[in-house]
């Protein structure tokens, strides 16, 4: 079953861009990653599905329900932490956590205090008196009080320690586990690779691709690097498929995409001491696929 469905989505702000055409859809149970760089248009999609602002066309649904007419009925299930947190200073993190739960007509204190202390956050300061990072910790319990079905998390590591980025990965997969589907929009491509199963990738404010991650690693290229006893001219390895050759002495590496026996073959004729095949991370993949689109 899908959570989310996107239909076709556009939202233009005046005569700029926002989201052009948009369509993808996120199966209940996945961690799914919503990548590309800034101002491609992640913020805007996420605003659209959750009617915080209203398409100019096509559509989306969430629990199969279209976001724009049952947005409050929808918002009742959606845990979302924008991507930059605003507070009333003056209050204790307390009193605003309770003011969030008071939306949902459940009792959400036994879940605010068990967050608080994986996140290792005071419930008693002033929100005045905490660090960004410590905001963004108010902004991560007010997503997941209610122990929403679906979770939406605009660029959330931001301002995060990469301690604290761990442990909130953890929780976010402790959520998953139960149950929770999760749309996780990002810049950082270490982090989607690691926290989900598929992706989408917006460029300009279109989608480019949706793929799983492990197949977007395999269907792309692999790393080789070489060490040869006896140095090979520069030009020996340069056959279709591969990319990036450096050669320097007695190392040579490339990027390869194609026939894996080819270059099997060509590494057969010559004298090696040491050679490592190796998956490209997401990083050079997506750098890859930019470049080539550009
Ligand atoms: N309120 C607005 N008025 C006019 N243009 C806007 C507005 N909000 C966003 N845009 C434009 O829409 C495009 C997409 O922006 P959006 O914030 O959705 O990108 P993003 O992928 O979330 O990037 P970032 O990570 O920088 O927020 C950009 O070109 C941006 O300038």
Known sequence: MNVIEINGLTKTYGTSRGINNISF??????????????????STTIRTLLSLIQPTGGSAKIFGKDCVDYAPEIAKDVGYLPSEVFYYDNMKVMDLLKYSASFY?????????????KLDLDLTKKIDDLSLGNKKKVGI????????????????????DPLMQQTF??????????????LFSSHILSEVQ?????????KEGEIVQVEKISTLKENNHKKFKIEVKNE??????DMPGVNNLEVHEHH??????????????KIAEIDISNLWIEEPDLE??????????A
Do not use: W
């Not at 007010?142 to 995060?160: A, R, Y």
């Open 25 to 42: 859809n996120v199966e209940e149970g996945e961690i799914f990653g919503f990548i590309g760089p800034n101002g491609a248009g992640k």
């Open 105 to 117: 007509k459940k009792d959400c204190s036994g879940r605010i205090k068990e967050l608080a202390k």
């Open 141 to 160: 319990i007010q997503g997941l009080l209610h122990e929403p079905k679906l979770i939406i998390l605009d660029e959330p590591t931001s301002g995060l």
């Open 169 to 182: 990965f953890d929780l976010l997969k402790e959520e998953n586990r139960k149950g929770a589907t999760v």
């Open 194 to 202: 690691r926290m989900c199963d598929r992706v989408a990738i917006i």
């Open 232 to 237: 090979v001219e520069a030009g020996y390895f």
């Open 252 to 265: 040579i590496s490339f990027l390869f995409r194609g026939d894996i026996n080819e270059v099997m073959k």
């Open 284 to 293: 050079e993949i997506f750098m890859h696929y930019y470049e080539k689109e």
